[in-house]
């Protein structure tokens, strides 16, 4: 009754936009106030929750994702893609798609991406006969493949939390989230494929060429960041300190970064890894509150009570992330049932980089769905929209999304073969 009546008061503050990170701290020290604890355990357990080498890439990460965007990459990106597919129609929807995975390689945030490539991409569609729900529906499911391909920053976060290896995760993300690409292109093509109001541009060689030589310095970053993890001369903590010094050196090598706009770049990657971090640390309070109360081997107890099927199992956590994810902010839900689930996936014999992706995905689609879409407020700021308006338009484009959910609950054995095959 006692941990019922905290996730009460949670809910009810998070109903109160309280803000995630305090409607999870408030009300457990409260409970451990109430239950005789000290509040020094509850300060050694905040602090004990983010002194983790393998979190300090995640600041890094977002450090390198700001950097990338005031260095002007996205644009460039975008001047790539369009020059290789300006005759095809539906042309700016490939690509969106196409630019947030180039994008992605480099930010590892749906928010970063969101940010930079939604104030490029809708005004430029709505220009060339896209709608504007169109427009906003590409932009933010895009968006979503950053933090499924490497680096990304909810893969370290749940690599720290399960203890497995971050290089392995990175890896089984790779065709899931080139899978979410393709699957966005279909969608692209099913909802232009017969709007003749959608502006084409001509092709030319000279503009690919052109184009293609200002991307060849930012795609290295992706080859030093993920070339280094995967063959072992880096781990990712150390991957992204070099990528991050990398992206700052182009950025002041095309004269987007000054000593003076430095300031800026680093206060906006210190205020948002800060907000990731205050999260991590309240759920981990949390976190220990329940087991305390021995959540996890009720959670157990229950889910095992309900069924011995893995298929079943992956199903249960599917709809629990889906659910979490819509109220939740996707790193405080990782934070608080990763180590819940992670006992009862051992039980299952179900292997935890399969359950990570599975998570991670499931999240994201979180990031489009009201009340608490992050992506979703992006947009709306960004083209001065409707929640409603970017929700209908990115609706089509979660069905590829379900799908790879699909794939992963019946066939997780699939998401692990390209580490395997990697030796990680």
Known sequence: ??????????ALLLLLRVPVAFAFIAPSLAFMLLTGQSLGLALRLVAESTASFPLLAVPLFILLGSLANHAGIAERLFDFALALLGRVRGNLGYVAVGTSVGFSWMSGSAVADAAALGKLQIPTMVRNGYSKRFALGVTGASSLIAPVMPPSIPA??????????TGALFAASVVPALLMAFGMCIVVFLLC???DDIVRTEFSWASVARTGRRVVAPLGAPVIILGGILGGLFTPTEAAAVGAAYMGLLGFAYRKLTLRTMPKVLVEAVVTSAAIMLIIASANLLGYVFARERVPQLMSDFVLGLTTNATVFLLLVFLLALVLGTVLDATAVLTL???????ISAAFDVDPISLGVLV??????GLLTPPIGTVLFVLQAVAKARMSEVFLGALPFTVPLLLICAGIIFFPDAVTYLPERLGL
Not at 156 to 163: H, K, R, S, T
Not at 337 to 343: E, G, Q
């Open 337 to 343: 049932i990763t180590p819940i689930l992670i006992p």
């Open 1 to 10: 009754m006692s941990v019922l009546l905290l996730c009460a008061v949670i």
């Open 360 to 365: 991670i995905i499931s999240l994201m689609i």
């Open 156 to 165: 370290v976060i749940y690599a720290g939390l399960a203890a497995v290896s």
């Open 193 to 195: 494929r017969n709007n």
